[in-house]
């Protein structure tokens, strides 16, 4: 089954540029392109695409209210938030309404490709910019973080896979970097969910950078 995607964007330039990548890429599917958040709102519900690219600014409204509401409505549709800013605030927004990715507009063909399919996969896909914020925010809360008593509750290798988690390392990599199998960082991550009391990736990394 292909990959259904929905794109929300309000200019006309790169709502086209999306969606003829989407047409031209094999195991995807384009649902439909919204131009505004009301539109998103209407037609996106009744389609339940796999994924939704979304940008942040829409003429009648935020990117991030709308993938808040798309999410109460679709909780299984992973949203991939789709913007010029890098701004660390939006990034917070984003995944505490519910967003499984953050790309900015500068991206590769490729790397919206692979990052789409990451994320239907349990990545939380970022750009290396991206990351790069994540990185020095959860740097400067690093004291406050071990000081949290449910951070104290992961083992060593725990926290390691959880630091590689926030840095935007997918699963295979840090199984690569860390010289074990993927379907032991797997079930490190398990643990650290039911540790934390979470139920995704992206709920954990807001967990440990004490956003939530």
């Known amino acids: 089954m292909p990959i259904s995607i929905a ?14 990548l989407i047409e031209e890429t094999p195991d995807f599917k384009l649902s439909c392109c919204c131009r505004n958040m009301h539109s998103a709102l209407e037609r996106i519900p009744a389609l339940a695409p796999d994924v939704v690219i979304m940008d942040i600014n829409l003429p009648d409204g935020s990117g991030i209210q709308a993938t808040a509401q798309i999410k109460r409505i679709l909780p299984k549709t992973e949203v991939m938030i789709f913007t010029i800013y890098e701004n660390t605030e939006d990034i917070y927004q984003a995944l505490e309404a519910g967003a499984s990715g953050y790309l900015l507009k500068r991206s590769s063909s490729s790397t919206i490709v692979s990052s789409i399919r990451n994320m239907m996969k349990g990545e939380v896909p ?71 009391h979470v139920h995704s990736r992206a709920e954990a990394i807001l967990k440990y950078l004490d956003k939530k």
């Open 7 to 20: 794109i929300v964007e309000d200019d006309a330039d790169i709502a086209d540029e999306i969606s003829k």
């Open 126 to 196: 970022m750009t290396a910019a991206i990351a790069r914020k994540v990185i020095q925010s959860f740097q400067r809360k690093e004291a406050s973080t071990q000081s949290n008593p449910a951070m104290a509750s992961l083992t060593p290798r725990e926290l390691d896979i959880l630091q590689l988690l926030a840095k935007g390392h997918p699963t295979k990599e840090i199984a690569s970097q860390r010289s074990i199998s993927v379907d032991t960082v797997n079930t490190h991550l398990r643990r650290i969910y039911e540790k934390l």
